[in-house]
């Protein structure tokens, strides 16, 4: 069974720091890309940070030089780290784990991140 659980969200002031972590089982976790998706309210759902099977990272320009995407295959966890927090950041976040080729799409139940100004 296929479970991704995010920790880690809750309520910060403006410029804090949280990390959020997603702990993943029921796959072979190395061979997935890894991603973090936010959605906002009365917004969709849009790309936070992705990370390859090797290593490769992706942000969102709205989060480039703020956030750090890692992952620890021996851990089967991805992470995010924020900094610099924003009001605008203030969302669900949701944990990814995606392998194209044989059209696997997995989603945690998201966890939820608010940024006080």
């Known amino acids: 069974q296929v479970q991704l659980v995010e920790s880690g969200g809750g309520l910060v002031q403006a410029g804090g720091s949280l990390r959020l972590s997603c702990a993943a089982s029921?796959?072979?976790?190395?061979?997935?890309?890894m991603g973090w998706y936010r959605q906002a309210p009365g917004k969709q759902r849009e790309l936070v940070a992705t990370?390859?099977?090797?290593?490769?990272?992706n942000y969102a320009d709205s989060v480039k030089g703020r956030f750090t995407i890692s992952r620890d295959n021996a851990e089967n966890t991805v992470y995010l780290q924020m900094n610099s927090l924003k009001p605008e950041d203030t969302a669900v976040y949701y944990c990814?784990?995606?392998?194209?080729?044989?059209?696997?799409?997995?989603w945690g139940q998201g966890t939820q991140v608010t940024v006080s100004s």
């Open positions: 990814n784990a995606k392998r194209i080729i044989i059209g696997a799409n997995y």
């Open positions: 029921g796959f072979t976790f190395g061979s997935y890309a």
């Open positions: 990370i390859s099977r090797d290593g490769s990272t």
